[in-house]
């Protein structure tokens, strides 16, 4: 039997060496059946007969297409794209027209869009059951690809969306999975598994991400590393609950797809109300350097990304903690300035009531008892220093020991049975309340032009649940995110020159959503720097350099104990936005000079670090980690070279320098300060007398790795001579 033609037609959308082609259908949301290399110039109009598969869509067994929000009726027995309904009815969506809008922008149609972005806007109508749905697929000039879905209610009030999740499919070359997991002080540890049949599902429940968050969702090649092996991967744009998943069913199709995870009734559709889902944001590469270079050149094409230089911060937690005494800090911060130091940032303990972590969250108003006279000395005192000065809030917190919450305590989440279980010591303010985020608003606001406050480190130190609106019982972890962004956009609107970090008990919310508002994350509450190697390789997936914040602890690491050389520390630290977290007063002057060598180094390369391209070699001796940055231009480059194990072979092999310019010749040498590491073993001759090779060369047969004991490195500096 012939299957019957398909009379649809193709869209072949191209940017940043991407192709996306869509099948455009005159009753169904578009499908991508290609997502990936560039296939060129010419015509693709006959790849639709050519990927057909035979067997009809009256099956249902057999889908010959997927749509970017997969129906079920339509025959798709994995996760709806859209599910929800009216009191029961209107749950099965069928569309009886869907129309297809290709937009440039800049062009009138899409006025706003970033330069080079091309879109297909697809608007489905649903008449029977009352719903306009609404799907759009950009396509970046990086290469990277973002997809949303809306649902608006045309029929009778009360449409509750339950599922919103749109779906790019990957071919079936894409047979293993890599994802993140973690916990508080060892978030993004990457955990890898076959992608079989069935739904991999990450969920995040607690309001957040979570420090365990998936970050990326990846399908490759099997055993794709770094510079080979095709994949492509997926991430949520979202701060709040949500999922990514991996779904694979036994007609073949292979899906990548994300949305929000909705409670009970938290999103229910008046009519002519909608509601959109989160960003989906995908990118692929021959590798997973390509991949998150993708990303990276997405995140600095945005016209909020910080364009400064990354100041050295100075942050008091792991200086001084609770102990806010005020000569103390007032030394600390001269200290940091002659250091070079450029932002100070007064962390938790400054507020009413705050001596320890029980109490006063919510209270923001200086702590008289400890500041008689306001947090003005010290601030004055850091401005007057030529340093930024930055202050901790943790807005969305209360201790119930705090004024706030005595005073009102209908300000609080909660269900039927009360504000539940605390965490830390502390309850969620619920910022849907007009009245409470009036008050958050104008508290922080206020504080914020009192001391002129330049940045704030934002903290988030305990998961949602029971997150009930008081007045009506109802869920309300969707309207909080949306309000934590709003109080953000306002605060940034009344303040332009404000900056925030996101924090939360270290990397528990570190997204897209989060970080188009605030201007870096907080990578772990853990700096130990042989942690950090792992949890900043990995975040980089998602993040460049500049947006993540990386410090230098003391010399014996408060989280797990591991004494670790200075150089060892700043290194490590360098390769983000750089700090110090460590008690100076206590440092001795070869550590206090050492420090200084490495902040002058981190100004001198932060232009390069915080706009090249991130590289890492894939791994010939486990032991040995190797990534760099090159800079834009091909010019200039440095690499990092750090012995993270007891090496199994001895001497540990070669070290590659990958993403150099293949045709152009490199001089290569160890970058002071680093040769420390080598002590007074043998060193190879490139690190005795430096050697002149192309990017080829160094990119494909490497360098004999340096006898390196473990947890040390050395940064290596590859600059082109022609
Ligand atoms: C958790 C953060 O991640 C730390 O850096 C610090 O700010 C503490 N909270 C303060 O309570």
Known sequence: MTAPIDTARLLHLRRGGTSVVLRLDDTALPCVLHWGTDLGDNPVDDLLPAVTNPL???????QRFVSILP???HGWLGQPGLLGSRAGSSWSVDYTSVSHTHQEAGTLEWPDGPAGAVR????????????AVTTEIELHAAGLVRVRASVRNEGAPGYEVRTLEPALPVPATADELLDMTGRHTRE????????GHGRWARESWGGRPGHDSATVLCAGARGFGFRSGRVWGVHLAWSGNGVVAAE????GWRLLRGGEILLPHEVVLGTGDSYSSPWLVASWGEGLDPFEERIHRFLRARPQHPSTPRPVILNTWEAVYFDHDIPRLLDLADRAADLGVERFVLDDGWFRGRRNDHAGLGDWFVDETVWPDGLGPLSTRVHNLGMQFGLWFEPEMVNLDSDLARSHPEWLFGTEHGPGIPSRQQHVLDLANPEAFAYIFGRVSSLVAEYGIDYIKWDHNRPLVDAGHQADGIAGVHNHTHEVYRLIDELKNAHPALEIESCCGGGGRIDLGIIDRTDRVWVSDCIDAHERQRMQRYTSLLLPPELQ??????EVDHTTHRVLDLDYRAGTAIWGHFGIEWDLAIADDTDLARLREWIDLYKELRGMLHTGTVVHADPTNPAVWVEGVVAEDGADSLFRVAMLDHTLTWPPGRTTLPGLDPERRYRVSVQAPTSRALGDRPVPGWVADGVVLTGRALGEVGLATPLLDVDTLILVRATAID
């Open 56 to 62: 009809g869509d009256s099956d249902v067994y057999v």
């Open 188 to 195: 993004r540890t990457p955990q890898r598994r076959e992608f």
């Open 248 to 251: 694979q069913t036994s007609s």
């Open 71 to 73: 129906q079920h009726s």
């Open 549 to 554: 914040g990386t410090h230098v602890g003391s």
């Open 120 to 131: 297909l806007v697809s608007e489905g109508i649903d008449a029977v059951g009352g719903l």
